[in-house]
Nanobody, 124 residues
């Protein structure tokens, strides 16, 4: 059974940086896009960043463009979200997701497997 295991959440000062990692535990093939979303209580999940199955193509959400990047391990089903110039508004739960296909866009409906979430807190 494939599970998405997230790590790296925590606290940072505004202007600082954090990394979030996610591994698709139990996945032996590299065919699916992976992404990060975030969600505030009572709100819909917001797209943050996506990496295609090979890692060659990436997509970054408008709200974090220029501050966040995403990378994918060359031999593993692991993605890392590199967060820089953090702002208090980035304080939210972040979720890793695996898509149904090798590439995916920003809609959460394109993703069929989700991690448990990891909290990021940015203080001013």
């Amino acid at each position: 059974q494939v599970q998405l295991v997230e790590s790296g959440g925590g606290s940072a000062q505004a202007g600082g940086s954090l990394k979030l990692s996610c591994v698709a535990s139990g996945r032996t093939d590299r065919r699916y896009a992976m992404a990060w979303f975030r969600q505030r209580s009572g709100k819909e999940r917001e797209f943050v960043a996506e990496s295609g199955w090979s890692g060659a193509s990436t997509r970054i959400g408008d709200s974090v463009k220029g501050r966040f990047t995403i990378s994918r391990g060359t031999a593993t089903n692991t993605i890392t979200l590199h967060m820089e110039f953090l702002e208090p508004v980035d304080t939210v739960e972040y979720y890793c997701a695996e898509a149904y296909r090798g590439s995916a866009a920003e809609g959460s409906e394109e993703y069929g497997l989700w991690g448990q979430g990891t909290q990021v807190t940015v203080s001013s």
